[in-house]
């Protein structure tokens, strides 16, 4: 049981760790200390949603048709080294950046529309959650539930770290190095999680 949901968390921080629009928009959040709890919990609770659905219906998806699981394994396996490699190249070429954005405070209700969007529209969002964190729950037969609770903790833990810490972080990030380092770090996870879920 420990052992899915560690692999849940695991796999959701890696996943979510890579910048991209919501990270940069809660790091932006964060460094303005501007509505950090509501964003903090907005995007905590949309990845829980969608790594729920994903663990659900893929649960129910493999009952029906049992091939879909080795399938989607690979599909996985593919998808994790291509998401690595992405990040290898963005530590090389020095690609990763943020910028805060400018002065002046907005409303709460902007900031959430501005993050729904970002959230909801990103069709990584759902490659992350539903289809690789669905499939890959399905390596652990009884234990799905663990691994989604696992995924779902990673979730809050990493954007609450994420805004709560980014004054802290704002000297660290403002070296390009520090962003290479993040990259590669984020390579090493995705390609050893892909290594893991290749061999069984």
Not at 74 to 79: I, T
């Amino acid at each position: 049981m420990w052992l899915a949901a560690l692999a849940g968390f695991q796999l959701s921080l890696g996943l979510i760790m890579a910048i991209g629009a919501q990270n940069a928009f809660v790091l932006r959040q964060g460094l303005r200390r501007e509505h950090v709890v509501p964003t903090v919990l907005f995007c905590a609770s949309s990845d829980a949603v969608l790594i729920l659905a994903g663990v659900a219906g893929f649960a129910a998806a493999s009952a029906a048709a049992p091939w879909i699981g080795p399938a989607l394994r690979w599909g996985g396996v593919a998808f994790l080294v291509f998401y690595g490699l992405r990040s290898a190249l963005s530590a090389l070429n020095g690609e990763g950046a943020l910028k805060a954005g400018g002065a002046g405070s907005a409303r709460l209700g902007t900031v959430l529309v501005t993050l729904a969007a970002i959230t909801w529209l990103n069709p990584h969002v759902y490659l992350d959650t539903v289809v690789l964190l669905g499939s890959i729950s399905a390596q652990f037969p009884g234990r799905e539930w663990a691994f989604a609770a696992g995924a779902t903790s990673a979730s809050f833990v990493f954007f609450t770290a994420l805004g709560f810490g980014a004054r802290a972080l704002a000297p660290v990030f403002a070296r390009p190095a520090a962003w290479r380092w993040l990259d590669g770090a984020v390579a090493l996870v995705m390609w050893g999680i892909a290594a893991r879920l290749a061999l069984g």
